[in-house]
């Protein structure tokens, strides 16, 4: 068992930046893939990025592709994601996730889940 918790979500204008922050306990967490996924009203839960548990490998989804970038302190149990270029597209509930598997881009995949964290963009 791990427990997410995320942060750093807010408002900001179209072409901005936020990072946001995932808290995982446990000191099993390296022994966990990260992922990030999000959420708009009215639309699937949509794959965001993918971090391998050593922190070496990442993956992205084709719309965040060159703007996102997923990264992972295992001695401080987090993982962030930066988020650059900003997009109104981009506004939705954005949630950290952990999974056994490897390269995993589907929610399914994901065992243990945080709460999300509001990121709204602004035209």
């Known amino acids: 068992q791990v427990q997410l918790v995320e942060s750093g979500g807010g408002l900001v204008q179209a072409g901005g930046s936020l990072r946001l922050s995932c808290a995982a306990s446990?000191?099993?967490?390296?022994?966990?893939?990260m992922g990030w996924f999000r959420q708009a009203p009215g639309k699937e839960r949509e794959f965001v990025a993918h971090i391998s548990r050593s922190g070496i490998s990442t993956y992205y989804g084709d719309s965040v592709k060159g703007r996102f970038s997923i990264s992972r302190d295992n001695a401080k149990n987090t993982v962030d994601l930066q988020m650059n270029s900003l997009k109104p597209e981009d506004t939705a509930v954005y949630y950290c996730?952990?999974?056994?598997?490897?390269?995993?881009?589907?929610?399914?995949?994901?065992?243990?889940w945080g709460q999300g964290t509001q990121v709204t963009v602004s035209s």
């Open positions: 996730a952990a999974t056994v598997q490897f390269r995993a881009t589907h929610h399914s995949d994901y065992d243990y």
């Open positions: 446990g000191r099993a967490f390296s022994t966990y893939a």
